[in-house]
């Protein structure tokens, strides 16, 4: 038997259990959006670009649980580089990751190309003043195997609790989004997100460690390439599941003034911060 095979099974185990908890986490929230889906419709949606479905719903963002599972046939090496990552926050450059992995560069990038032609990871260009060939920074798109399942467990504690109570706890779902992100600020090494221009960085990367697979636009709002309450097969989450994730957002920066605006773009979802009636932006 190969060395790596015990590895690789581990690993093949750990996506398993991480798509598994997704699984069950978007079960329970479906339940409860048809729980009370008649009180729902009959409330109405929120205004324009506030958690609805007015976007195209034909091109949503990827599933996380396929993302995951593409993470699942990553080879050794590049294992080591999604691992250096994450351990970097989820971001980082050739000259961190040569030096992490005792690697020369080249070797790097040919490895970084191969995980960016997986969809695992994604290139920005650094802006810098000098000439030449902008640097690159490489975000890993697939969440932490156990970041990710600690936050979604969160939630389905919360949703079991409330059915434990035989309904009467909140069902609304900015309230259980808001009950949430409450949860997560309180658990060990997190805290409420600042507003204004630390807000939009410190977002990117929780965003990243639930799974949504997020960059900054040029525009200076947020773009969710990845949803985990999207199925495998692309089926698009009811709008309660999106007032969900907006009510979490929403709780989880303060007093800024948060937009989910579901499917605006082909492929993703945005998100846009406000404070004192301006945007938000990165590096701002």
Not at 8 to 25: D, E, G, I, Q, S
Not at 188 to 206: F, K, M, N, R, Y
Request: glycine residues 12%.
């Amino acid at each position: 038997m190969s060395i790596h095979a015990p590895i690789k099974t581990a690993r093949a185990v750990c996506h398993a259990m991480c798509a598994a908890t997704l699984f069950f986490t978007v079960f329970i929230v479906q339940f409860f959006a048809t729980k009370d889906v008649a009180a729902y419709f009959q409330k109405g949606f929120t205004t324009v670009g506030d958690s609805n479905h007015n976007g195209d719903v034909t091109s949503p963002p990827q599933s996380t649980a396929a993302l995951i599972g593409e993470g699942a046939v990553s080879s050794a090496k590049q294992h080591e580089i999604l691992r250096v990552l994450h351990q970097n926050g989820g971001i980082a450059d050739v000259t961190l990751l040569s030096k992490a992995l005792n690697m020369h560069p080249n070797t790097v990038r040919g490895h970084l190309d191969s995980l960016i032609d997986g969809g695992l990871v994604s290139a920005t260009p650094v802006k810098t003043s000098g000439r030449g060939r902008p640097a690159l920074q490489y975000r890993v798109r697939t969440p932490h195997q156990a970041t990710i399942a600690d936050a979604y467990i969160d939630l389905i504690g919360l949703l079991a609790s409330t059915l434990d109570s035989g309904g009467s706890g909140t069902t609304d779902p900015e309230g259980i989004g808001r009950a949430w992100a409450a949860a997560r600020s309180a658990a060990p090494g997190l805290a409420e997100l600042q507003p204004v221009a630390s807000t939009v960085e410190a977002l990117l990367d929780e965003l990243a460690v639930l799974g949504f697979d997020p960059y900054i636009r040029e525009s200076g709002e947020l773009g969710l390439c990845s949803c985990p309450f999207i199925r495998r097969d692309g089926a698009v989450p009811p709008p309660y599941i999106c007032r969900l994730h907006a009510g979490y957002l929403r709780g989880r920066v303060g007093g800024t003034t948060v937009t989910l605006n579901p499917f605006d773009q082909p492929g993703e979802c945005g998100i846009s911060l406000h404070d004192g009636g301006e945007s938000a932006t990165a590096g701002t």
